[in-house]
Protein backbone atom coordinates (compact mmCIF):
# COMPACT_ATOMS: atom_id res chain seq x y z
CA UNK A 1 0.00 0.00 0.00
CA UNK A 2 1.21 3.85 -0.83
CA UNK A 3 2.31 6.03 2.14
CA UNK A 4 0.79 8.86 2.39
CA UNK A 5 2.68 12.12 1.22
CA UNK A 6 4.96 13.84 3.96
CA UNK A 7 3.87 17.14 5.19
CA UNK A 8 6.42 19.67 5.06
CA UNK A 9 4.09 22.49 5.62
CA UNK A 10 1.63 23.69 9.04
CA UNK A 11 -1.31 21.39 7.43
CA UNK A 12 -3.48 22.44 10.11
CA UNK A 13 -3.22 25.88 10.19
CA UNK A 14 -3.89 26.04 6.42
CA UNK A 15 -7.19 23.61 6.71
CA UNK A 16 -8.32 26.26 9.83
CA UNK A 17 -7.33 29.42 7.52
CA UNK A 18 -9.21 27.59 4.38
CA UNK A 19 -12.41 26.91 6.68
CA UNK A 20 -12.73 30.51 8.15
CA UNK A 21 -12.20 31.93 4.74
CA UNK A 22 -14.67 29.97 2.87
CA UNK A 23 -17.43 30.34 5.62
CA UNK A 24 -16.50 34.10 5.44
CA UNK A 25 -17.28 34.14 1.81
CA UNK A 26 -20.14 32.60 2.00
CA UNK A 27 -21.43 35.24 4.03
CA UNK A 28 -20.11 37.70 1.93
CA UNK A 29 -22.21 36.29 -0.51
CA UNK A 30 -25.48 36.16 1.55
CA UNK A 31 -25.38 39.33 3.22
CA UNK A 32 -23.35 41.75 0.90
CA UNK A 33 -24.66 40.01 -2.62
CA UNK A 34 -27.80 38.44 -1.93
CA UNK A 35 -29.37 41.27 0.45
CA UNK A 36 -29.17 39.04 3.79
CA UNK A 37 -31.05 36.19 5.77
CA UNK A 38 -33.75 35.87 7.16
CA UNK A 39 -35.67 32.50 8.60
CA UNK A 40 -39.36 34.18 7.73
CA UNK A 41 -40.19 36.84 5.21
CA UNK A 42 -42.63 38.32 3.79
CA UNK A 43 -41.56 40.09 0.39
CA UNK A 44 -38.33 38.57 -0.36
CA UNK A 45 -38.66 34.55 0.17
CA UNK A 46 -34.71 34.30 -1.27
CA UNK A 47 -33.57 36.42 2.02
CA UNK A 48 -34.96 32.61 3.51
CA UNK A 49 -33.17 30.35 0.74
CA UNK A 50 -30.12 32.15 1.96
CA UNK A 51 -30.07 30.75 4.84
CA UNK A 52 -29.55 27.14 3.64
CA UNK A 53 -26.24 27.65 1.51
CA UNK A 54 -24.65 29.91 4.65
CA UNK A 55 -25.43 26.98 7.41
CA UNK A 56 -24.77 24.01 5.59
CA UNK A 57 -21.19 24.96 4.32
CA UNK A 58 -20.40 25.98 8.10
CA UNK A 59 -22.01 23.59 9.68
CA UNK A 60 -20.95 20.05 7.07
CA UNK A 61 -17.70 21.23 5.84
CA UNK A 62 -16.31 23.84 8.41
CA UNK A 63 -17.01 22.59 11.93
CA UNK A 64 -17.38 19.04 10.19
CA UNK A 65 -13.77 19.58 9.31
CA UNK A 66 -12.47 20.20 13.32
CA UNK A 67 -14.70 17.79 14.44
CA UNK A 68 -12.98 14.93 12.38
CA UNK A 69 -9.33 16.64 13.21
CA UNK A 70 -10.08 17.10 16.40
CA UNK A 71 -8.34 13.84 18.34
CA UNK A 72 -4.88 15.17 16.42
CA UNK A 73 -5.43 19.03 16.92
CA UNK A 74 -7.41 19.00 20.36
CA UNK A 75 -4.75 18.32 23.17
CA UNK A 76 -5.86 16.48 26.22
CA UNK A 77 -6.95 13.07 27.14
CA UNK A 78 -8.62 11.03 24.87
CA UNK A 79 -12.25 11.49 26.03
CA UNK A 80 -11.73 15.15 25.81
CA UNK A 81 -11.12 14.72 22.49
CA UNK A 82 -13.66 12.09 21.59
CA UNK A 83 -16.21 15.16 23.37
CA UNK A 84 -15.00 17.79 21.35
CA UNK A 85 -15.57 15.64 18.18
CA UNK A 86 -19.08 14.32 18.85
CA UNK A 87 -20.31 17.98 19.99
CA UNK A 88 -18.60 19.60 17.19
CA UNK A 89 -20.33 17.37 14.94
CA UNK A 90 -23.71 17.56 16.80
CA UNK A 91 -23.24 21.40 16.26
CA UNK A 92 -23.05 20.38 12.35
CA UNK A 93 -25.88 18.43 12.52
CA UNK A 94 -27.85 21.09 13.88
CA UNK A 95 -27.09 23.63 11.53
CA UNK A 96 -27.16 21.45 8.53
CA UNK A 97 -31.12 20.29 9.69
CA UNK A 98 -31.88 23.75 9.85
CA UNK A 99 -30.73 24.81 6.33
CA UNK A 100 -32.62 21.95 5.27
CA UNK A 101 -35.63 23.37 6.87
CA UNK A 102 -34.87 26.91 5.26
CA UNK A 103 -34.74 25.50 1.75
CA UNK A 104 -37.52 23.29 2.15
CA UNK A 105 -39.84 26.24 3.35
CA UNK A 106 -38.49 28.44 0.63
CA UNK A 107 -39.56 26.03 -1.97
CA UNK A 108 -42.89 25.50 -0.05
CA UNK A 109 -43.87 29.66 0.14
CA UNK A 110 -42.51 30.01 -3.67
CA UNK A 111 -44.40 26.95 -4.98
CA UNK A 112 -41.52 25.24 -6.06
CA UNK A 113 -40.88 21.42 -6.32
CA UNK A 114 -38.76 19.62 -3.90
CA UNK A 115 -35.69 17.26 -4.45
CA UNK A 116 -35.67 17.44 -8.47
CA UNK A 117 -32.17 18.45 -8.65
CA UNK A 118 -28.66 16.19 -8.15
CA UNK A 119 -27.64 18.72 -5.54
CA UNK A 120 -31.34 17.93 -3.71
CA UNK A 121 -30.75 14.05 -3.73
CA UNK A 122 -26.44 14.67 -2.68
CA UNK A 123 -27.27 16.95 0.08
CA UNK A 124 -30.76 15.23 1.94
CA UNK A 125 -28.42 11.72 1.46
CA UNK A 126 -25.83 13.55 3.50
CA UNK A 127 -27.78 14.72 6.04
CA UNK A 128 -29.39 11.14 6.78
CA UNK A 129 -26.59 9.40 6.10
CA UNK A 130 -24.42 11.98 8.57
CA UNK A 131 -27.63 12.04 11.47
CA UNK A 132 -27.06 8.22 11.50
CA UNK A 133 -23.53 7.78 12.02
CA UNK A 134 -23.35 10.66 14.50
CA UNK A 135 -26.60 8.52 16.77
CA UNK A 136 -24.43 5.58 16.07
CA UNK A 137 -21.04 6.96 17.04
CA UNK A 138 -22.82 8.62 19.73
CA UNK A 139 -24.57 5.43 21.23
CA UNK A 140 -21.33 3.07 20.36
CA UNK A 141 -18.46 5.21 21.48
CA UNK A 142 -19.92 7.41 24.00
CA UNK A 143 -23.15 6.86 26.26
CA UNK A 144 -24.14 4.02 26.99
CA UNK A 145 -21.29 2.67 25.00
CA UNK A 146 -20.84 -0.52 23.32
CA UNK A 147 -18.81 -3.61 24.22
CA UNK A 148 -14.77 -3.10 23.17
CA UNK A 149 -15.30 -5.51 20.40
CA UNK A 150 -18.79 -3.50 18.89
CA UNK A 151 -16.36 -0.47 18.99
CA UNK A 152 -13.73 -2.58 17.16
CA UNK A 153 -16.16 -3.61 14.71
CA UNK A 154 -17.91 -0.70 14.17
CA UNK A 155 -14.55 1.78 14.17
CA UNK A 156 -13.34 1.06 10.36
CA UNK A 157 -17.19 1.33 9.04
CA UNK A 158 -17.28 4.98 11.65
CA UNK A 159 -14.10 5.94 9.76
CA UNK A 160 -14.80 5.25 6.22
CA UNK A 161 -18.51 7.34 6.72
CA UNK A 162 -16.79 9.94 8.22
CA UNK A 163 -14.19 10.58 5.59
CA UNK A 164 -16.95 9.14 2.55
CA UNK A 165 -19.47 12.64 4.12
CA UNK A 166 -16.95 15.01 4.11
CA UNK A 167 -16.80 14.32 0.58
CA UNK A 168 -19.99 13.84 -0.09
CA UNK A 169 -20.53 17.68 2.03
CA UNK A 170 -17.77 19.37 -0.11
CA UNK A 171 -19.44 17.76 -3.72
CA UNK A 172 -22.89 18.87 -2.55
CA UNK A 173 -21.81 22.11 -1.87
CA UNK A 174 -19.69 22.41 -5.16
CA UNK A 175 -23.06 21.11 -7.05
CA UNK A 176 -24.97 23.50 -5.06
CA UNK A 177 -23.01 26.61 -6.24
CA UNK A 178 -23.13 25.39 -9.46
CA UNK A 179 -26.62 24.75 -9.72
CA UNK A 180 -27.38 28.17 -8.02
CA UNK A 181 -24.89 30.23 -10.74
CA UNK A 182 -26.44 28.82 -13.32
CA UNK A 183 -30.29 29.84 -11.91
CA UNK A 184 -28.86 33.59 -11.20
CA UNK A 185 -27.09 33.49 -14.74
CA UNK A 186 -30.33 32.34 -16.48
CA UNK A 187 -32.53 34.17 -14.44
CA UNK A 188 -30.42 37.59 -15.74
CA UNK A 189 -29.77 38.05 -12.03
CA UNK A 190 -25.76 38.27 -12.85
CA UNK A 191 -23.46 37.83 -15.25
CA UNK A 192 -21.10 34.98 -16.53
CA UNK A 193 -17.88 36.71 -15.43
CA UNK A 194 -19.52 39.28 -13.04
CA UNK A 195 -17.77 39.73 -9.54
CA UNK A 196 -20.34 37.51 -7.96
CA UNK A 197 -20.28 34.77 -10.48
CA UNK A 198 -16.36 34.28 -10.04
CA UNK A 199 -16.99 34.72 -5.83
CA UNK A 200 -19.24 31.76 -6.39
CA UNK A 201 -16.51 29.95 -8.52
CA UNK A 202 -13.33 30.83 -6.28
CA UNK A 203 -15.44 29.75 -3.17
CA UNK A 204 -16.35 26.22 -4.70
CA UNK A 205 -12.39 25.61 -6.02
CA UNK A 206 -11.69 26.86 -2.52
CA UNK A 207 -13.64 24.07 -0.84
CA UNK A 208 -12.43 21.32 -3.35
CA UNK A 209 -8.85 22.31 -1.74
CA UNK A 210 -10.00 22.16 1.60
CA UNK A 211 -11.52 18.87 1.13
CA UNK A 212 -8.28 17.34 0.07
CA UNK A 213 -6.66 18.88 2.60
CA UNK A 214 -8.89 17.46 5.15
CA UNK A 215 -8.32 14.24 3.78
CA UNK A 216 -4.48 14.16 3.88
CA UNK A 217 -4.64 15.69 7.30
CA UNK A 218 -6.99 12.64 8.72
CA UNK A 219 -4.42 9.58 7.23
CA UNK A 220 -1.38 11.61 7.46
CA UNK A 221 0.79 10.01 10.42
CA UNK A 222 3.20 13.13 10.88
CA UNK A 223 0.27 15.38 10.99
CA UNK A 224 -0.59 16.09 14.82
CA UNK A 225 -0.12 14.10 17.93
CA UNK A 226 -1.60 10.70 17.50
CA UNK A 227 -2.44 8.87 14.06
CA UNK A 228 -6.40 9.07 14.84
CA UNK A 229 -7.56 6.34 12.71
CA UNK A 230 -5.28 3.38 13.41
CA UNK A 231 -5.52 3.90 17.61
CA UNK A 232 -7.94 2.37 20.04
CA UNK A 233 -11.30 1.75 19.55
CA UNK A 234 -11.62 2.90 23.35
Not at 76 to 84: A, D, H, I, Q, S
Request: include cysteine; glycine fraction near 8%.
Amino acid sequence: MAAVPAVRFPLFGLVRLLGVAAAAVILVWAVHFRGGMALSAEKDKLLIFNVHPVLMLIGLVVLNAEALLAYKTVPGTKKLKKLVHITLQFLAMFLSLVGLWAVWKFHDEKEIDHLYTLHSWLGLSCIIIFSLQWAAGFLTFWYPGGSRSDRASLLPWHVFLGVFLYVLAIATSVTGLLEKSIFMQSAKMIGRFSTEAMLMNSLGMMLILLGALVILAIFNPGAGKINTYRGSSE
